[in-house]
């Protein structure tokens, strides 16, 4: 009787952890093909010289190490250039090339003409 109670419950996590890979192997044959143009992230950043650093090395540490989206860009606006938090921007842009610097002007133009950016 308990051989057949052990076998069930081995059977059971058996099918169970088949069904998680049959799962996961379709979740990543799905979405892998539509990662291809990627997510492009705009961060709007005003006086946050003593957070900025911080918030986009835990930021980028979840994309490249972690379970994310595939980032492409992430453009960071400064909206506010009489503080520190520009030339932190900068610092990190010449580390990580997906980071990009804009002013606000120029991230309204983006996103005011997406359609035509492909």
Do not use: H, P
Request: hydrophobic content about 40%.
């Amino acid at each position: 009787m308990l051989n057949y109670i052990l076998s069930g419950i081995l059977w059971t996590l058996a099918i169970y952890g088949l069904i998680e890979i049959i799962k996961q192997v379709i979740y990543t044959y799905t979405y892998t093909n539509l990662k291809a143009d990627g997510i492009y992230v705009i961060i709007a950043a005003k006086n946050q010289e003593n957070k900025i650093e911080g918030f986009l090395r835990s930021f980028l540490f979840k994309t490249i190490y972690g379970k994310e989206e595939n980032i492409k860009d992430i453009i960071i606006v400064d909206l506010d250039s009489t503080d520190d938090t520009k030339f932190i921007i900068e610092k990190l842009s010449k580390s990580y090339d997906n980071i990009k610097i804009s002013n606000w002007k120029d991230c309204k133009n983006l996103i005011d003409n997406i359609d035509e950016v492909k």
